[in-house]
């Protein structure tokens, strides 16, 4: 298994601003994943960012909106840029184990746009 | 496209009963993984129980066993002796096992209420 971190756990943010995610993962992993929950729903891939190269995103995100950054094998960086109340979700950065057959979660980011 | 169906949005259960969660899904593949997640309300997204469709036994861990039927694309998943601690959203979800990268793809959740 892998420990990760997210930071921060909760915010309340104004519409109009940005803030980045940041998660932390406790050995080094190839991939790297972020979910987007909005309420009472479901998870939603948003991209897949893997370390040297360009984030791969899921029909409906953009870079624009959503930049990620894989500094390395250990870090990744969620950017939730020009906020509306639409975004108001959790945040799930999750990694694929060093076996290659399970997905790990973070705590999450819950994020309210107001 | 893989889909996985979750048909229940609510189930609950006394507390040290059984229950049972349905989840189906649909893909073309023949080797995958499958997944029961848990997310209490602390948000975090737990790995429960996970199965590999080459393995004809159905995977256990401690009080969570799932039914898998392969030729059906169904796999529930069983809790016995429930506890107040198991109440949570229940997700099912699919991966395809043909590369190391491919996406989960997530049920639409049960919400399982544990009485005492």
């Known amino acids: 298994s892998a420990v990760i971190s997210q930071k921060p756990s909760r915010d309340i943010c104004q519409r109009g601003t940005s803030l980045t995610i940041q998660c932390q993962v406790d050995?080094?992993?190839?991939?790297m994943f972020w979910y987007r929950q909005q309420p009472g729903q479901s998870l939603t891939l948003i991209a897949t960012a893997n370390q040297g190269s360009e984030a791969t995103y899921e029909s409906g995100f953009v870079i624009d909106k959503f930049p990620i950054s894989r500094p390395n094998l250990t870090f990744s960086t969620l950017t939730v840029s020009n906020m509306s109340p639409e975004d108001s979700s959790i945040y799930l950065c999750s990694v694929l184990d060093r076996s290659g057959n399970t997905i790990y979660f973070g705590e999450g980011s819950w994020l309210t746009v107001v | 496209a893989q889909t996985v169906t979750q048909s229940q949005p609510e189930m609950s259960v006394q507390e040290a009963e059984t229950v049972t969660l349905s989840c189906t899904y649909d893909?073309?593949?023949?080797?995958?993984?499958l997944f029961w997640y848990k997310q209490p309300p602390s948000r975090q997204m737990i790995l429960v129980i996970r199965q590999e469709a080459y393995k004809q036994q159905n995977a256990t861990e401690n009080r969570f066993s799932v039914n898998f039927q392969k030729a059906a694309k169904s796999f529930s998943l069983k809790i016995s002796d429930s506890q107040l601690g198991d109440a949570a959203m229940y997700f099912c979800?699919?991966?395809?096992?043909?590369?190391?990268?491919?996406?989960?793809?997530f049920g639409t959740g049960t919400r399982l209420a544990v009485r005492p």
């Open positions: 979800a699919y991966r395809p096992y043909k590369s190391s990268g491919d996406k989960l793809t």
């Open positions: 050995s080094q992993v190839t991939m």
């Open positions: 893909t073309s593949e023949s080797d995958y993984y």
